[in-house]
């Protein structure tokens, strides 16, 4: 069966996966003061966190519209799947629903499904990975669904930021409690809970610190870790990454682990210097 996957630019894309003509992205959009930004393959990182770094303003995102998904649903695989940031902290979740539904309108019967996947960033990335070896197994349509949305359940999310200040006024810390002032460079360790809300797990004074919490608690809760891939994604900070991943390999082993530079929305979220880490 052939088979397509949409994945919104929350989620990186590695080169192979580029070059494999099974993926293409729904692209969200970034507004900094005057400047809008579509994040696709024309996204300049470092022009956009110089942007940020200059503006008084919060940046602010907005997610693919239904018809984007219905375009890119409107092809001749067989079996197309979507992969979107956490419904909890985007609407593209909801989109690429509506988006389904308006082809369905549009086109007739068709084997297309969305996956949420309750995490972000690089947590898409594996989700879509998985979709691949499910379809490459030969599995039906219902089975790559199941055995999917089996790995999204047990798939955890780790992030460590130099500032939460963008998530704050976005909205995206609703329900937690105040985060430690700035001013004794505290860095909170975050996660996401089964269904894709950000919560706090600890805090350290300064990223070192708050990194290798964070290995620890990685190292702590995955189990089989010999089996599960382990990916990181990093914002403008490829040594702090490999950092990361050198203190991993001391405390677990894994079956292997990729590394790659955050998009624009994740770029936006993470802010220079931020690690973000699912497996």
């Given at each position: 069966m052939s088979y397509k996957i949409i994945v919104d630019s929350c989620g990186e894309l590695t080169e192979e996966m580029k070059a494999s003509g099974c993926f293409a992205t729904a692209s969200l959009e970034i507004q900094v003061d005057d400047y809008h930004i579509i994040d696709d393959e024309t996204f300049d990182q470092e022009d956009f966190l110089k942007k940020v770094a200059a503006s008084p303003n919060c940046p602010k995102s907005s997610c693919p519209s239904p018809e984007t998904y219905m375009e890119g649903f409107n092809c001749e695989a067989e079996h197309v799947y979507a992969v979107t940031l956490s419904a909890e902290l985007s609407g593209s979740y909801n989109s690429a629903v509506l988006g389904k539904n308006l082809y369905h309108e549009e086109y007739g019967d068709k084997d297309i499904y969305i996956f949420n996947s309750r995490s972000a960033s690089v947590g898409e990335t594996l989700i879509a990975q998985k979709i691949v070896e499910c379809e490459k197994a030969g599995m039906t349509?219902?089975?790559?669904?199941?055995?999917?949305?089996?790995?999204?359940?047990?798939?955890?999310?780790?992030?460590?930021?130099?500032?939460?200040?963008?998530?704050?006024?976005?909205?995206?810390?609703?329900?937690?409690?105040?985060?430690?002032?700035?001013?004794?460079?505290i860095k909170p360790v975050m996660g996401a809970t089964l269904k894709g809300e950000i919560c706090q797990l600890s805090q350290a004074r300064g990223v070192n610190k708050a990194l290798q919490k964070m290995a620890g608690f990685i190292a702590e809760d995955i189990k089989d870790s010999e089996h599960k891939t382990l990916a990181i994604s990093h914002c403008n900070c490829p040594d702090r990454a490999l950092s990361v991943k050198k203190m991993l390999e001391e405390k677990m082993k894994l079956k292997d682990i990729i590394i790659l530079d955050t998009r624009g929305i994740s770029s936006m979220y993470a802010n220079d210097g931020g690690i973000i880490v699912v497996v």
């Open positions: 349509f219902p089975e790559v669904i199941n055995a999917v949305e089996e790995y999204i359940r047990g798939q955890h999310t780790y992030f460590v930021l130099e500032s939460l200040e963008t998530l704050r006024k976005n909205g995206r810390l609703t329900g937690l409690k105040a985060i430690a002032a700035t001013v004794l460079n």
